[in-house]
């Protein structure tokens, strides 16, 4: 595996681990220390910043920045809230990651509460995602013409 695979299970890690979020405030320098410690893949920082942004771009993950105001009325930025979307948690099933199965489960189970917190449905499924096999594509056409045939 390279290091952006990596990093995105990372990601997907941090995100599972935190209880009822559905994002992960890891850092960088968390990122780098894993990537470390149990895969023994050393990236500069500069690197990981690089893949997330591609991460980012071709829309595996959404990111939402943070910041701090402080008595002085300083402005600093915090780590950002890294989400999954549904193209990630896909690319990441393909690649046989168990828990991005669940991962897809807990953020459907997110959604039917319909709680106003980050990340939204939009931000998970933009409506862009499309499916692979043309047979998966000729299945939900039919199902589509069967539910609007009953109507």
């Known amino acids: 595996m390279n290091a952006l695979q990596l990093i995105l299970m990372n990601i997907l890690n941090f995100s599972m681990g935190q209880g009822k979020n559905h994002y992960t405030k890891a850092s960088v320098n968390r990122i780098l220390e894993i990537l470390a410690e149990i895969y023994d893949v050393h990236v500069h920082r500069r690197w990981v910043f690089e893949c997330i942004r591609w991460l980012i771009d071709h829309g595996y993950i959404t990111r939402k920045p943070r910041y701090e105001n402080d008595s002085a009325g300083h402005v600093s930025q915090k780590s950002s809230m890294i989400a999954f979307r549904i193209k990630g948690v896909r690319h990441l099933v393909k690649f046989g990651v168990a828990r991005a199965k669940q991962k897809h489960e807990d953020m459907k189970d997110w959604f039917k509460t319909r709680d106003g917190r980050w990340p939204s449905e ?9 499916l692979d096999k043309a047979s998966d594509r000729k299945r939900l056409k039919r199902l589509t013409e069967i539910v609007f045939d009953s109507i």
């Not at 939009?122 to 499309?130: E, L, P, R």
């Open 122 to 130: 939009h931000d998970y499924d933009d409506g862009t995602w499309q």
